[in-house]
Nanobody, 126 residues
Framework: QVQLVESGGGYVQAGDSLRLSCAVSTRTFDSMAMGWFRQSLGTEREFVAVINQNGERTLYADSVKGRFTISRDNANNMLYLQMNSLKPEDSAFYYC???????????????????WGQGTVVTVSS
C-alpha cells in the first residue's frame, strides 16, 4: 500500500511563497509519475503539475506556469511544489498523487492516479 502525506500549507498574503511537500511511503517511488492537484469548495479537482518518474519531464497548468515548480527527490521519496507569487485564486486544498500507469510521461488527468494524499490547505489573502 502506498501512503502519501502532504505538508507545508498555510495562510499567506498575495505575492508570498509556499513550499508544499509530499512524503511517499513505498519502495517503488522512482517507478511512478507524481502529480499535484487542487480543489476549492464547490469545484472539481484541478490539475496543477506533474513530474515523471525520473524528474526529466514536467507539465504545468496554464494558471500556474511560471510561478510554480514541481520537483522530486527519489532518494528520499519526496515530492515538492514550490509556489511563488501566490494569488487569492490559488487558495485550495492541495493534493499529491501517484501514477503507476504513466511513469514516463505522467498524466494531467486525476483518473490516471492510483494513490492520493489527504491534502493540505493553502489560503492566500488579498
Amino acid at each position: 500500500q502506498v501512503q502519501l502525506v502532504e505538508s507545508g500549507g498555510g495562510y499567506v498574503q498575495a505575492g508570498d511563497s509556499l513550499r508544499l511537500s509530499c512524503a511517499v511511503s513505498t519502495r517503488t517511488f522512482d517507478s511512478m509519475a507524481m502529480g499535484w492537484f487542487r480543489q476549492s469548495l464547490g469545484t472539481e479537482r484541478e490539475f496543477v503539475a506533474v513530474i515523471n518518474q525520473n524528474g526529466e519531464r514536467t507539465l504545468y497548468a496554464d494558471s500556474v506556469k511560471g510561478r510554480f515548480t514541481i520537483s522530486r527527490d527519489n532518494a528520499n521519496n519526496m515530492l515538492y511544489l514550490q509556489m511563488n507569487s501566490l494569488k487569492p485564486e490559488d487558495s485550495a486544498f492541495y493534493y499529491c498523487a501517484a501514477d503507476r500507469r504513466n511513469p514516463v510521461r505522467g498524466s494531467i488527468h486525476a483518473t490516471s492516479y492510483d494513490y492520493w494524499g489527504q491534502g493540505t490547505v493553502v489560503t492566500v489573502s488579498s
